[in-house]
């Protein structure tokens, strides 16, 4: 689930109505081309790690693919004669102007197109926004996005490029479904207010060989419905099997996918190529998001693709995009706490549990390496001020609407601090996020510094990393009130 800046609201979206169970694998089509494992890198992120030692890790993963959410000049370099591949964007609040102007993707292929061809970045897609139709918008970019699908092509095609580089439109899969009273692959049709205009874009990506790119995430199914069958997320068995057309589901990608491709059918385009844009498993801010499922969903998932056994519908290698690298800590918590808790590393560039991205089960995940620290210490309560108490709940919201609180919540790492645990959580998190500012540790008194490690059982207390953005964290926060009362302390004899 990827709600980028531009995403105003940011409901979670449905994933496919397959409410339904599994269990037997399906035998290994016998494929030798490796399956396509790629990443994405959203960059909404605090303290971001150095794009040159993050492409270092992906070559040594030896992940081949990365899909972004711009085309960031600074990230985009990174990947300059590296072999890697990259799926650049246009964000959503640039759709209307791409389809506005031809001028603007003229523009926008010169400078971020041709310019890194150039510096010798494979550029291999554009994404054309980012789940434009995406039911918490209202539809307010039904119109401009299809305009602006062909804007960007034509400005490829212009180029010279068309043959090489595609427009492609990342969609989740809320774009279609299965009726209720039918959740099976076969009943699956494009979502009926946007049908006609998603017959057309199929019919157009299909014409210029370009991809469908779709987001399907397991997860969410779970995360939405109570009643979902927990084994059907997964790729183990332990579900009922899910018989439809001669075909047989043991899990909900497998199922969301078909249901893809049962759309295409009815939309005239049987063979159109599918990509899966996002799919991954989050390790925090739910009950079901954690590393014991993370892990067996990805587990699953990555043998799936090392055996190249696809779908049902669709045998045979398929390229995807996992969600997500990195964590992002500054993602909007709209669509559900987890969605800070993506990534495949953590925000310093650690593996969070080993995973093997050929699917063959002897690699580990290496991590990024040399990643530079903060110094190793921590912002506590202060029990000692107890007549400063009053102030405490103001000054844990402020910490927490300025830096990440998440693991806080119901059913994460967290949750178990106990309440003076909490206020520490929240003072350490602003602090490290505030770059260890002394001044963003004092809260009038009711925070210290500690030099011994605030960690509690599972729940880290992190040392946030020296952040590689020229981007400075000001401490333009700190709250007006904050300010003042800092003054006013400082004041004091
Ligand atoms: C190139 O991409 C960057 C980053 O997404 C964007 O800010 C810039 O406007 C783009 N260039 C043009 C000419 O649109
Ligand atoms: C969509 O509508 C809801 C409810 O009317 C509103 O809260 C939300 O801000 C709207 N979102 C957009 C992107 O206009
Ligand atoms: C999209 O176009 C239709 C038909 O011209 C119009 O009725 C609708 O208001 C437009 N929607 C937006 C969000 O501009
Ligand atoms: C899920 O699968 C496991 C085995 O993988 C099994 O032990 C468990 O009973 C199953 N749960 C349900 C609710 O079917
Ligand atoms: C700690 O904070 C979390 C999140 O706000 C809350 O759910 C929990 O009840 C708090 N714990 C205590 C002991 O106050
Ligand atoms: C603090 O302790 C936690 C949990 O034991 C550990 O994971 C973390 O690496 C420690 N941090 C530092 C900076 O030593």
């Known amino acids: 689930m990827a709600l980028r800046p531009s995403a105003v609201t940011a409901a979670a979206a449905c994933v496919a109505t397959v409410v339904l169970m599994a269990l037997l694998p399906l035998p290994a089509s016998g494929s030798d081309e490796g399956a396509a494992v790629g990443v994405n890198w959203g960059t909404m992120m605090s303290h971001p790690i150095n794009p040159s030692a993050v492409v270092r890790m992906l070559l040594l993963n030896g992940v081949n693919r ?24 246009v964000p959503n609040d640039q759709l209307a102007s791409l389809a506005g102007d031809p001028r603007y993707a003229r523009l926008w292929v010169n400078q971020n197109v041709t310019g890194y061809l150039q510096a010798g970045i494979d550029v291999r897609y554009v994404a054309v926004g980012n789940e434009p139709f995406l039911k918490s918008y209202n539809g307010s970019l039904i119109n401009v996005t299809f305009p602006a699908l062909k804007s960007m092509q034509r400005a490829l095609d212009e180029a010279g490029l068309g043959e090489k580089i595609k427009a492609v439109l990342p969609l989740n899969a809320d774009v279609y479904n299965s009726p209720e009273n039918k959740p099976v692959p076969s009943a699956g049709h494009f979502r009926k207010d946007i049908n006609a205009l998603m017959v057309d874009i199929v019919n157009f990506l299909h014409k210029h060989d370009a991809p469908f790119v779709v987001n399907i995430y397991p997860f969410l199914s779970l995360y939405q419905n109570p009643n979902f069958p927990l084994n059907f997320s997964f790729f183990d068995g332990g579900s009922k099997l899910v018989y439809d057309e001669g075909m047989v589901y043991t899990n909900v990608f497998d199922a969301n996918f078909d249901t893809l491709v049962w759309s295409l059918r009815k939309s005239g385009v049987p063979d159109l190529k599918i990509i899966v844009g996002e799919v991954g498993w989050p390790t925090d801010g739910d009950k079901n998001a954690n590393v014991r499922y ?21 045998p045979g290698s398929m390229e995807v995009y996992l969600f997500a690298l990195i964590d992002e800590n500054q993602k909007s918590v709209l669509p559900g706490r987890f969605e ?49 108490y009053k102030d405490l709940p103001a000054s844990v919201d402020y910490a927490c609407s300025n830096a990440d609180c998440t693991p806080l919540g119901y059913g994460s790492s967290c949750n178990g601090l106990s309440h003076d645990g909490n206020i520490s959580y929240a003072f350490n998190i602003y602090f490290q996020t505030m770059d260890q500012d002394v001044r963003a540790c004092s809260f009038g008194g009711l925070a210290k510094i500690t030099m011994i490690n605030a960690s509690q059982g599972g729940c880290l207390f992190p040392v946030q990393i020296l952040s590689a953005s020229e981007k400075v964290v000001p401490l333009r926060f700190v709250h007006v009130s904050l300010l003042v009362l800092l003054v006013f302390v400082s004041i004091l004899p």
């Open 294 to 314: 993370a892990q067996k969903f990805y587990d699953g998932f990555l043998k799936k693709m090392g055996r190249n056994v696809g779908t049902p519908l669709r």
């Open 340 to 388: 800070r808790h993506w990534g495949l590393v953590a925000y310093d560039g650690k593996p969070k549990f080993s995973m093997d991205l050929s699917g063959h089960g002897q690699d580990n995940l290496v991590g990024v390496e040399e990643v530079p620290y903060l110094p190793a210490q921590w912002c506590v309560f202060n029990k000692d001020e107890k007549d400063k």
């Open 66 to 89: 990365v899909k972004m959410f711009d085309a960031d000049p600074w990230t985009a370099s990174a990947f300059a004669n590296t072999g890697i591949q990259l799926m650049l964007a």
